[in-house]
């Protein structure tokens, strides 16, 4: 079992930065995906980007330009630089993993990201 835990929500003012960060709790397979999605109040969750363990990125088209994916693999750690913020990019966003042997997904309990206008 694999546990995420994700910090570094908050409230910004729109055209603020805010960084994710998410930190797995054990050694994670080689073969996998780590990234970021959000669920905005009565909307369904969203993709906002991923990463593979090869360096393969997946950003949706409303952050791309914005947002920035990148990862530690000796840290088992996955982040997300968002710039430019719009009240649009309110949500939890929620850490994910999936390990591509056993097409498994891990979910983290999601953090708050509030963008004020």
């Known amino acids: 079992q694999v546990q995420l835990v994700e910090s570094g929500g908050g409230l910004v003012q729109a055209g603020g930065s805010l960084r994710l960060s998410c930190a797995a709790s054990?050694?994670?397979?080689?073969?996998?995906?780590m990234g970021w999605y959000r669920q905005a109040p009565g909307k369904q969750r969203e993709l906002v980007a991923t990463m593979t363990s090869y360096g393969s990125t997946n950003y949706a088209n409303s952050v791309k330009g914005r947002f920035t994916i990148t990862r530690d693999n000796g840290k088992n750690m996955v982040y997300l630089q968002m710039n430019s913020l719009k009240p649009e990019d309110t949500g939890v966003y929620y850490c994910s993993y999936r390990n591509f042997a056993t097409s498994t997904d891990y979910w983290g309990q999601g953090t708050q990201v509030t963008v004020s206008s």
């Open positions: 054990r050694s994670i397979s080689s073969f996998n995906a």
